[in-house]
């Protein structure tokens, strides 16, 4: 049995996924709630982006401390904890890699992390080939051809989890995550070194 | 989720709070309020907006910004203070008016209570409530330095705003822009640069980088150097100090004379030699180029870390007094295809950003400002690397977690050593404190779960709770270095002092007098074991008293009162700090002779 939070200020209910009491209007202590559910977006890999930063910045300008920062200091501490809940989880939605160990979890599918060893040979045939041939690459015109067909690799894969995640192929999905977080990697490398 | 619609508060326009904007610069610093919906510039008793960053300590008396640029004690006066924050601002390296050793806190601490009071006599009544900028670039160190000196001068600081961010603010508002834009700020003494999103009411930062120690000082240094070398074949470091400072003077007023005019004659006297010599951009470009070259980089990486294609930026607004300099938009043009905007006045749009801000703060708004933490911060662990818990470009505030564990078998405590930077190995970042987590449970190596929480607040000041999951043993911390009072204690003060303050001066005494009370009370508490095991009945029932006489007067705002129970705590210790030398002294021989068997 679970018994429904209530205001600190007015004792009245404050209904789930709501940061808000909607009789006082005052602020209420961050509850966990998952990422989707904060934004009150649609659950799903293919996010509009967009969508996204209208959601993120709505809660921010509802919950900012620069909002409260005349009021209590238990409402200033409310709402840097808030403030700091909705900015992580917009940062894990807007990565796909995030997003999609988040789905993952949802539908109940325990994700490998990426530390995890990886013993994939085709992928790691694929990643080894990325690799030399960037290598190998003589000069900054080849080096850039490098990367966008590292670039074209990314989004094949991104594709591909996609599919995945509509067919509900959550075994499919964890292992093309953690080979997008590889080239993700690589890429970041590879960058680096140009 | 349902939202509702926060309403605003009700506030009639005649009783609007007042917000200074406070852009305290290295070499230049600018003051500026919002009152009853007309913006303004605070201007001082010369009638300048622009106050040089200068406090002149002679003869018992103070002297501030342009009080100082004719006098003939110039030479003598403290310059670029600012630039002491990202290194050790404690230390006690001027002397006041009364010959005291005072540190770059302090000093900058006088520069405030200065401003306030221009500020003061600008609007003719008191403020307390300010905005104060801060370059982005700075560390969390230097932001939580300026914020004490800030208290310590009796403001009430409602935020820090990074100072690129600022000058967005206010450009963005004032020209009504949307879409991306960088920001290169160069100013005195830093350089930063910040890509920002705007769009409806919402100035979003989205990376940020920089250089906290170069800046328009150093352009002036570099050509000094060029001038004495070309045109009297001296090396500027066989200078004394005065003659170098007059040439870095004279170097200044030439670069600021070529963002208007390609050359002239100029008569210059080295060492009582006075020759004519020719001024020219190009040799200037020449001399400074390779500081230009680095702000170029900067820029070049920022845009490459946060993959945003160049054509997506509206542009480069130029913002700080050494973005005149008229190579580098040239520069910025041959390197990045974009537009340049440079119709707002670099030198006063930060304060003003500050101050619109402040206003918004304290009477509401729709807008929102969301800013992202410049370097990363971490932890030290085995082998002297950092492990990041809070990466760079970060949207603050933040709060993030980690678990960490021990390395030995039976070990019970656990030292964290907090850091600040980007490099890998823990002594190339900036210390930013330590603490250590006691009583924990021994139990095999690895096995203890200390879970460690870094909050980083909307200022971009730090604060480190760490907890053994089991026995729920809690080390808090601000990151504070050894005896300093917590940011949040003296944030209570000042505020306190604020409302109970008849006038301005007094004010500014009380709550001097309680800042050192407390430190004093915070040192005292820590060595309370060795009181009790060193004093006699007598003399520990004598400290206590003054501890509670000391206590009691805190709730008070006589100053006068606390002072003298400051002293006699002081003295009733005399005998316990000689004995608490002898103890310590001993205890490290007692060691030595350990070593020995
Ligand atoms: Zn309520």
């Known amino acids: ?194 | 989720m349902n939202l509702i619609k926060i309403k605003e508060p009700m506030s009639s326009k005649n009783d609007a709070k007042i917000c200074l904007g406070i852009d305290f610069g290295t070499t230049n610093s600018v003051c500026s309020v919002k009152v009853e919906d007309k913006f303004q510039f605070i201007v001082d008793e010369k009638g300048e907006t622009l106050i040089p960053t200068l406090i002149l300590y002679n003869k018992k008396t103070k002297k501030f910004g342009n009080q100082i640029i004719k006098d003939e004690n110039y030479f003598n006066s403290i310059f670029s203070v600012k630039r002491n924050f990202t290194k050790d601002f404690q230390k006690k390296i001027f002397e006041d008016e009364n010959d005291n050793k005072i540190s770059s806190i302090e000093v900058s601490k006088d520069f405030f209570v200065y401003l306030k009071n221009v500020c003061e006599k600008n609007l003719n009544h008191n403020v307390f409530d300010c905005v104060i900028t801060v370059p982005a670039y700075f560390d969390e160190k230097a932001r939580s330095g300026i914020m004490r000196a800030a208290f310590m001068a009796g403001l009430r600081v409602r935020r820090l705003i990074n100072e690129p961010t600022a000058a967005a603010f206010a450009y963005g508002l004032e020209k009504k822009k949307k879409g991306i834009f960088f920001v290169y700020d160069l100013g005195g003494g830093t350089f930063d640069v910040s890509l920002l999103k705007l769009s409806n009411g919402i100035f979003k930062v989205i990376a940020t980088s920089g250089d906290p120690n170069l800046g328009g000082d150093d352009f002036d240094n570099l050509y000094a150097k060029w001038l004495v070398k070309k045109f009297f074949k001296i090396q500027f470091d066989e200078l004394d100090k005065r003659e170098r400072l007059k040439l870095v003077k004279n170097s200044k007023l030439f670069k600021e004379k070529l963002t208007h005019s390609a050359s002239f004659y100029e008569e210059l006297k080295v060492n009582g030699c006075i020759k004519k010599v020719e001024i020219n951009t190009k040799d200037f470009n020449k001399s400074v180029e390779k500081l230009i070259d680095r702000t170029i980089k900067i820029s070049a990486e920022l845009l490459n870390e946060v993959d945003v294609e160049i054509n997506k930026v509206n542009g480069f607004v130029l913002v700080g007094g050494s973005s005149r300099i008229k190579c580098i938009s040239k520069k910025i043009k041959e390197n990045f295809e974009t537009k340049i905007f440079d119709d707002v006045n670099p030198d006063l749009v930060v304060s003003k950003g500050a101050a619109l801000h402040g206003y918004e703060l304290l009477n509401g708004s729709d807008n929102v400002l969301l800013d992202v933490t410049p370097l990363s911060l971490g932890i030290e662990t085995m082998g002297g690397l950092m492990e990041k818990i809070i990466s760079r470009n970060t949207p603050i505030p933040a709060i993030k977690e980690q678990t960490f564990t021990t390395h030995e078998n039976g070990q019970t405590a656990l030292k964290f050593l907090i850091l600040q930077g980007e490099r890998e190995t823990s002594s190339n970042n900036r210390k930013l404190g330590e603490f250590i987590l006691s009583n924990i449970r021994p139990k095999p190596a690895g096995i203890p779960r200390i879970k460690v929480m870094f909050s980083l607040d909307a200022d971009g000041i730090l604060f480190v709770t760490a907890t053994d999951e089991e026995t729920g043993a809690e080390n808090k911390l601000s990151v504070k270095t050894n005896h300093e009072l917590d940011l949040n204690d003296m944030r209570k003060i000042v505020e306190s002092s604020i409302e109970n303050a008849k006038d301005d001066i007094h004010q500014r005494m009380v709550i001097e007098a309680k800042v050192k009370a407390k430190i004093f009370l915070n040192e005292i508490e820590s060595v309370k074991k060795d009181i009790e095991l060193l004093c006699s009945v007598n003399d520990i029932k004598l400290i206590e008293k003054n501890i509670n006489l000391l206590k009691s007067s805190l709730q008070t705002n006589d100053c006068d009162m606390i002072n003298q129970n400051i002293e006699k705590l002081n003295k009733s210790t005399e005998s316990f700090a000689q004995k608490k030398i002898e103890k310590d002294f001993s205890e490290v021989i007692g060691k030595d002779v350990d070593k020995i068997d």
């Open chain 1, 1 to 194: 049995m679970s018994v429904s939070p209530v205001c600190w200020n007015c004792q009245s209910a404050i209904p789930p996924n709501t940061f808000l009491c909607q009789k006082c209007n005052k602020i209420q202590p961050p509850k966990k709630i998952d990422e989707f559910k904060l934004f009150g977006i649609p659950e799903k890999f293919d996010l509009d982006l967009e969508e996204l930063e209208i959601a993120y910045l709505k809660l921010q300008r509802l919950f900012h401390p620069d909002k409260y920062s005349q009021l209590s200091d238990q409402e200033i501490k409310y709402s840097t904890l808030l403030s700091s809940m909705i900015n992580e989880a917009y940062q894990k939605l807007s990565s796909s890699i995030s997003r999609a160990s988040i789905l993952l979890k949802l539908n109940g599918f325990n994700s490998h992390s990426e530390d995890q060893s990886f013993n994939d040979p085709e992928v790691l045939e694929e990643i080894m080939d990325i690799q030399n041939n960037f290598l190998e690459a003589e000069n900054p015109e080849q080096k850039k051809n490098s990367i966008q067909k590292l670039n074209r690799k990314i989004s094949e894969t991104m594709n591909s989890l996609s599919t995945s995640f509509k067919k509900k192929e959550y075994e499919v999905a964890n292992r093309l995550n953690i080979k997008l977080s590889y080239l993700k990697k690589i890429r970041i490398d590879f960058k680096k070194q140009l």
